[in-house]
């Protein structure tokens, strides 16, 4: 166990709809990274929060967005699903940001379904 | 950019036997390179990891890899496979100037009794 939480662990879901999914971090960690894993695109970054603040962004579609609230948690807001949206979708965080070479520790994922 | 090449998309290999999963890195610096795993319906969960101290690093699992600069290598072994490392491997590079995280394409690693 990581200590990196994500709910909901699965999702299903229509086309054109909006989905909203959420990750804690570890207990002290102010980073948190969102990444895709499907099939045809492999494992993807898709977005970097340090301290409620958007540090880096990735492969992310302008019909996604992200953000990091007070208490460090963070959600990933998909609107506009496609059938190409579904995907593992991961959070991952770490202790800070650009202060040594920190480890990721990864959630256990959001799977989303959109048919 | 960075990136990580793994050689293999899948390896079987017999119970007890070693095993032996190839990266190739791709990075204008000194790299961060990791191994993470990641179980059927799991999350992904860190190996190992290389940050320019040892270049021989040992992880979890009885997994090691020995970072080669000169090959460009990142190659994860273990000296005897056990049923339970079953799973799909990802050699990892960390992009200088941010924190993400580069993924390779992943190996699958297929272990018989």
């Known amino acids: 166990d990581s200590g990196v939480t994500q709910t909901p662990k699965h999702l299903i879901t229509a086309t054109g709809q909006r989905v909203t999914l959420r990750c804690s971090p570890r207990s002290g960690d102010l980073s948190v990274y969102w990444y895709q894993q499907s099939l045809d695109q492999g494992l993807q970054f898709l977005i970097h929060y340090y301290n409620g603040e958007e540090r880096a962004k990735g492969n992310i579609l302008e019909r996604f967005s992200a953000q990091q609230f007070p208490d460090l948690h963070s959600e990933l807001n998909l609107s506009s699903l496609e059938l190409g949206d579904s995907a593992l979708y991961f959070c991952a965080s770490s202790p800070r940001v650009l202060a040594g070479r920190e480890t990721q520790y990864f959630g256990p994922g959001t799977r989303l379904l959109v048919l | 950019a960075q990136s990580v090449t793994q050689l293999d998309s899948h390896v079987s290999v017999s119970e007890g036997t070693p095993v032996l999963l190839r990266c190739n890195y791709s990075?204008?610096?000194?790299?961060?390179l990791f191994w993470y795993v990641q179980h059927p319906n799991k999350g992904l969960q860190l190996l190992l990891k290389y940050t320019s101290a040892a270049t021989l690093v040992k992880g979890i699992n009885g997994f090691e890899a020995e970072f080669k600069k000169s090959e460009t290598s990142f190659h994860l072994t273990k000296p005897s496979a056990h049923m339970s490392d079953a799973a799909e491997y990802f050699c990892v590079v960390r992009n200088t100037g941010f924190q993400k995280l580069v993924f390779g394409t992943g190996t699958r690693l297929l272990v018989s009794p």
């Open positions: 990075s204008s610096y000194s790299p961060s």
